[in-house]
């Protein structure tokens, strides 16, 4: 790490004035089938995106089989609405057994393979694997134990502060950094499922920058890729969203994830934006504008004229391209007449009158 605010991977760096770091969540868009995870990889690969990311639990080390109140969604919840947690964690994690076989498609595509652990033993499961970095959940932040674990393997961390308060901010942070955690990322973040464009906080991003003098980016679960391009505008270096094959296909994030085509979309126009930002105040022609220069409206004699024809509103006017005398010059000439035989189509110079 060359500074608090940059951090270098295997195949990307994360920090400002580098491009921004996108990363792909496949969670449980893999429907329980590893080919369809191998394909999201595949899919992946092709849009541009730096890292594939999966989550690495089970429903034991997540929670335990029971069906009282407090073990089931919500029932007012947009998509999992009073389900039980152990069944929904059944069907949204991925196998401990298809991680390899996920992580060496990613390699082979030039993807960062990593993961989000959520115990000690899947900590240890990811150490064997080789992940280069982690993730951890907005829910987890509270579990300052955890937070250590993951620190203690010295990988670069990304740490998502959904629903968390600046002081349980600063308390992760710490625990992180005691134990010797040196390389962290902040993700601004709304843990709603979908979450809506006007709880999005972005202003998150800089005072979180701010704050506690790291990169800091976005997981994003809002529909579409608007709210993560204006992010990205915003100084975010690293941007997470949810990916599937197709939303028509169902799944248990399918309907706030994006297609693969659309994450493309996103890793150009989050670029894009980042560039735009960076490209600062300026006046005057860039290097690019010097070639439409020539097409400033300028005087022009567009009718054929004699010596000694006097300058009209029909054979002169202020047209493209340049070349001729400043549009604001018409009221000094038209009191003037022609010096000698003009074509259409020449620019007006002072020494044609």
């Not at 993560?228 to 248990?252: F, M, Q, S």
Request: with cysteine.
């Amino acid at each position: 790490m060359t500074s608090a605010q940059t951090i270098d991977l295997s195949s990307a760096t994360i920090g400002p004035g580098s491009p921004v770091f996108t990363i792909a969540e496949m969670s449980g868009n893999h429907n329980g089938d590893l080919d369809r995870a191998l394909a999201i990889v595949d899919a992946v690969a092709a849009t541009g995106a730096s890292a594939l990311k999966i989550q690495t639990y089970t429903a034991d080390t997540l929670t335990i089989d029971s069906d009282l109140p407090a073990f089931r969604v919500t029932s007012d919840h947009g998509l999992w609405g009073d389900r039980n947690l152990y069944a929904l964690y059944q069907e949204a994690h991925t196998p401990w057994e298809w991680h390899a076989a996920i992580f060496e498609r990613a390699r082979s595509h030039g993807l960062i393979p990593f993961s989000t652990p959520f115990d000690p033993s899947s900590v240890a499961f990811l150490e064997e694997l080789g992940v280069e970095l982690y993730k951890t959940a907005s829910a987890e932040i509270v579990d300052l134990p955890l937070l250590r674990e993951v620190a203690r393997t010295g990988k670069p961390m990304i740490v998502s502060t959904g629903m968390a308060t600046l002081s349980e901010i600063d308390a992760a942070v710490s625990a992180i950094r005691g134990a010797g955690g040196t390389e962290l990322v902040l993700l601004a973040c709304t843990a709603s499922y979908p979450a809506v464009p006007e709880e999005a906080r972005l202003g998150n991003i800089r005072a979180l920058r701010e704050a506690f003098d790291v990169p800091v980016g976005l997981s994003d679960h809002t529909l579409g890729i608007g709210v993560a391009v204006a992010a990205a505008a915003l100084g975010a270096v690293v941007i997470e969203k949810h990916v599937t094959l197709d939303r028509a296909d169902g799944g248990v994030d399918s309907d706030f994830s994006l297609t693969p085509s659309e994450f493309g979309s996103l890793v150009t126009a989050s670029e894009q934006a980042r560039i735009a930002v960076a490209s600062g105040v300026s006046f005057g022609p860039t290097e690019q504008e010097h070639a439409v220069l020539a097409l400033r409206r300028s005087l022009f004699v567009v009718a054929d004229v004699r010596a000694g024809d006097r300058i009209t509103p029909e054979n002169v006017r202020s047209i493209r391209p340049a070349g001729g005398l400043d549009p604001d010059d018409i009221d000094l000439v038209r009191t003037r007449t022609f010096s000698r035989d003009v074509r259409r189509g020449t620019p007006l110079t002072w020494d044609l009158l």
